[in-house]
DNA sequence: AAGTCCTCCAACCGCCAAATC
DNA sequence: CGATTTGGCGGTTGGAGGACT
């Protein structure tokens, strides 16, 4: 047997609320409550409507102190660290968030944030050359930091096998040869533009991509007392033979908490634009939409959804703790 | 002025898990 | 203990209105 209706389709009424529904529904509830039973509501309100659609009114529209009207930069920063650590759970957002909604922090996201976010994605400097042999995910696999000598200075235990992020990604082979020939070491203070010109620029044998300098790999770097932050973006342009150009970037970013030697985080994607047949070769990864999220994320967790990277990591921890509690306690 | 495109957001849909029967 | 009901959530849609041509 299926399930049954949540309410009698034919006779309810769908689409925009009036204001005579808004006032029933308002002083209904204002007067009664909600009486734990949104599906029997609408009769008892003398309403036209699902119980659902009820709810949703009431909880993203009437009830008091909703918020409406543009987000602070503030909020900004809230969403973009939330999302970066939990992904769409716009609710628990909401929670974090007094007098916005799930519906409005989504729609705000959907609508205006990630535009922000990749655009901040799409220019920023640090995308430049690359490009390293990339190869799937398998979280079956022990794998590596590219290079160990990286993290020569870190309190990273590069020994640790990584471990494994959600869904499609896809992690740079420990195979790169112009990761592998350089003697590398993590700043003790962040990279600043300042630093990129200062380095080597490196050169991929096997493909002729430019890579690029050691120290800018690693802008973003945070070395706190308890947390290490890293991203590594890389980025590249090359002509084909029918005249197209094929501009393809990919990126990694990585969160290591020494005081619970846990990391998290660790996740690569890679987009390409204008390619054939590169795929079969294993250059790259997945070039959805969801490659997206994932790098506006790498890019929230490195150092761009905030101008203040220290306020913005100590945010985002406490943030975290703030979310499993809600989730689990 | 008219047509088309784009953006925004309220509302709906379907799934899932918890509660209840 | 399985079936059913309900609440809650995230993804998606459709329409209104503004921007652009």
Redesign the pocket.
Known sequence: ?G??P?CD?ANV?????SPEEDRKLKDYIETHG?G?????LPQKAGLRR????C???WL??LRPNIK?GEFSDDEDKVICALFASIG?????MAAQLPGRT???I???W???LK?KMMNSLISMPEIRKPLHRLQPFNSSTNYSYPSLSIFQNSNINVNAPLSSSSSPSYLYSTNTSSYHDQTLSIPSSPTTNADHHQHPVLQSQDHGYLGMGPMESYQGVKDGPNLVVFGVDQASCSSNSDGSCHYEYGSAAGVYDHRNNLRNLQRDSYKEFGGNDDKEKGYYGDSSLDSSLEEIKQLISTNLCSSNIDNNLNFFVDETKEVEKIMYY
């Open positions: 047997m399930r049954a949540c389709k009424k769908k689409g925009p609320w909600t734990g039973n949104w599906i029997a699902c119980g659902k659609s709810r949703l009114r993203n529209y409406h769409s759970r716009w609710s628990i799930d519906n409005d989504k729609n705000y959907n609508t205006k535009k």
